[in-house]
């Protein structure tokens, strides 16, 4: 079935450890998203990229990192920079146009 | 700064009833406004709504989009237990990308 694959599930981070989260479609996508979600709060866009090896901050990038090799592949490191890491985080993908996004499960990341 | 406002935060009903949920917006170069529904984890897609005055539905749900006074609505009529998440407002700019509102809580009650 085609999708957006995250994982891990749940990760714990140390202190002054970096961590990466995985972000895998197979849906064909061009653009890909990740985003931050706290506690009873709405959605905030961490980085995006629209085409492979391009991609751009958002609204709150300070402390993390992306890559984009592959069209399929968009994965995120939280870097020891990020003091407030506790979080859900979102993967989300789209075509080009006037299509909705669409989500993975999430990885709800927590400190040790 | 684009900015999503929905109300009310949280709402508690009982199966059966009404509801009418709120989602104002101000952004420059809006292309569509979305709604989502979140259970445990991911998001999933309601509806999209690009013109105004026009009603989208989907079974109990429904939705409308007002361009000139920025702001939408979805209504769900004879609510269920299983209506019970997190509905999120979300509006794109530019570039397919979304600033979200911070949701409202629906508990809908036996």
């Known amino acids: 079935d085609g999708g957006i694959t995250q994982s891990p599930k749940y990760l714990f981070r140390k202190e002054g450890q970096n961590v990466t989260l995985s972000c895998e479609q197979n849906?064909?996508?061009?653009?890909m998203y990740w985003y931050r979600q706290d506690p009873g709060q709405g959605l905030r866009l961490i980085y995006y990229s629209q085409i492979v090896n391009d991609f751009q901050k958002g609204d709150i990038a300070e402390g993390y990192s992306v890559s984009r090799e592959k069209k399929e592949s968009f994965p995120l490191t939280v870097t020891s920079a990020q003091k407030n890491p506790t979080a859900f985080y979102l993967c989300?993908?789209?075509?080009?146009?006037?299509?909705?996004?669409?989500f993975g499960d999430g990885t709800r990341l927590s400190i040790l | 700064e684009d900015k999503v406002v929905q109300s009310p935060l949280s709402l508690v009903v009982h199966e059966g009833d009404t509801v009418t949920l709120n989602c104002s917006y101000e952004v420059t170069n809006f292309r569509s406004l979305l709604w989502y529904k979140q259970e445990k984890k991911a998001p999933t897609f309601l509806f999209m709504l690009t013109s105004s005055g026009i009603e989208k539905k989907s079974g109990r749900l429904s939705s409308i989009l007002d361009k000139k006074e920025l702001f939408s609505i979805l209504n769900i009529t004879a609510t269920q237990t299983g209506d019970s998440a997190i509905y999120l407002c979300a509006v794109e700019a530019q570039g397919n990308m979304l600033t979200f509102g911070g949701g409202t809580r629906l508990m809908v009650k036996p």
């Open positions: 849906l064909n996508h061009d653009a």
């Open positions: 989300a993908s789209t075509v080009r146009g006037d299509q909705p996004q669409h």
